[in-house]
C-alpha cells in the first residue's frame, strides 16, 4: 500500500483504526471459511443421509454411493474439512500477525 | 531497529526450545511404544508357555494401572495450567495423536464392531456422528477455546457471554449452565440480550 506511508504513523487513533479494521478482515474471513466449511459438513451428514435412496444406484469402489459414505467417505470428509480448516487459518492468522505488524 | 534485534533472538530460541522439547517428546513416545512392544511380546510368550488366561488378563491390568500411576505421580503438578492442558506446551502432533487415540478408543473396539453388526446400515450413524460433531467442535469451539485460554466448555461460554469478564460473576455461572437447560433460555430474548455483550 504505497499511501500508508505518507501517513503520520504516530497518531494513536489512525493506528487503532488500522488494527481495527485488520482485526475486521481477518475476522469476516475467519467466518467465511467456517460458513463455507459448514455448508460442507452439512452436505455430506445431511444429505447423503436423508436422499440415500436416491444415490444408492451409484457406486464406489463397487459398493452403493450412500453406503460408502456413510462408511467411509463421510469420516474422510469430516477429516479433510477438519485439515483445511487448519491449515487455512495458518495461512489467514499469519497474514494477520504479518499485517498487523506493518499497521502498528 | 535496536528493538527488533532482542525480539527476533527471542524468537529464535523460543522456536529451537520447541524444537528440543519436541525431539524430547518423540524420544519418551518411541520408549514407550518400544516397551509396549516388549511387554505384549513377553506376554504372548508367557502364554505358550501355558500361563493362565486368567493371571494374564490381570497382569496386563495392572501394569497399565501402575504406568499411568507411574506417569501421574512423576509429572504431578499444583498448577491449573499445568494440570489441564500441559501449560500449553504440548506440540500440535501429539495432540492430534492424543485425539486420534480418543477418537479409537475403548469404546469402537469393544462395542462399535458389535453395534455395527447388530445394525448393519443404521448403525453407520455413531460413526458419523461422533466424527461430525468433532467436526463442529473443531471448527465452531476449539479455536475460541483456545484464544479464551479456558478449559472446559462452560468456562469459556461463561467468559464469552458473561459479560463479567472473568467468568466467576454470578451472570457468569448461570450461562454456564445454560446449554443443559435450553427451553428455559430459548424463549427469553430479553434474557438473551442482557447477557450478550453490546460491543
Known amino acids: 500500500m504505497p499511501t500508508d506511508t505518507a501517513l503520520p504513523d504516530h497518531d494513536p487513533d489512525l493506528r487503532r483504526a488500522r488494527i481495527v479494521a485488520e482485526r475486521t478482515r481477518h475476522w469476516r474471513r475467519a467466518r467465511r471459511l467456517v460458513a463455507g466449511l459448514l455448508v460442507l459438513w452439512l452436505a455430506t451428514s445431511f444429505c447423503t443421509v436423508f436422499f440415500a435412496r436416491d444415490l444408492a444406484h451409484l457406486s464406489v469402489f463397487g459398493w452403493p454411493l450412500s453406503f460408502y459414505l456413510a462408511a467411509q467417505g463421510a469420516s474422510l470428509i469430516y477429516l479433510a474439512i477438519i485439515g483445511g480448516y487448519a491449515w487455512r487459518m495458518r495461512v489467514l492468522d499469519r497474514e494477520y500477525t504479518r499485517r498487523l505488524g506493518d499497521a502498528a | ?199
Open chain 2, 1 to 199: 531497529m535496536n528493538g527488533a534485534a532482542p525480539k527476533n533472538v527471542a524468537k529464535a530460541d523460543a522456536r529451537a526450545s520447541t524444537r528440543r522439547y519436541f525431539r524430547r517428546l518423540s524420544g519418551y513416545y518411541l520408549w514407550f511404544t518400544l516397551c509396549f512392544g516388549l511387554f505384549l511380546g513377553a506376554l504372548g510368550i508367557l502364554e505358550k508357555e501355558g500361563m493362565p488366561r486368567q493371571w494374564i488378563g490381570h497382569l496386563y491390568m495392572f501394569a497399565t494401572i501402575v504406568l499411568y500411576a507411574t506417569i501421574g505421580v512423576v509429572s504431578r503438578t499444583s498448577n491449573v495450567s499445568e494440570y489441564y492442558v500441559a501449560g500449553r506446551r504440548v506440540p500440535a502432533l501429539f495432540n492430534g495423536m492424543a485425539t486420534a487415540a480418543d477418537w479409537i478408543s475403548a469404546a469402537s473396539f469393544i462395542s462399535l464392531a458389535g453395534t455395527l453388526y447388530l445394525h448393519g446400515f443404521d448403525a453407520l450413524a455413531y460413526v458419523m456422528g461422533w466424527t461430525g460433531g468433532y467436526c463442529l467442535v473443531a471448527l465452531l469451539i476449539a479455536p475460541y477455546l483456545r484464544k479464551f485460554a479456558q478449559y472446559t466448555i462452560p468456562d469459556f461460554l461463561a467468559v464469552r457471554y458473561g459479560g463479567g469478564g472473568d467468568g466467576t460473576d454470578r451472570r457468569g455461572n448461570r450461562c454456564a449452565r445454560w446449554p443443559s437447560a435450553p427451553p428455559s433460555w430459548c424463549p427469553s430474548p430479553t434474557w438473551w440480550r442482557r447477557s450478550t455483550p453490546s460491543a
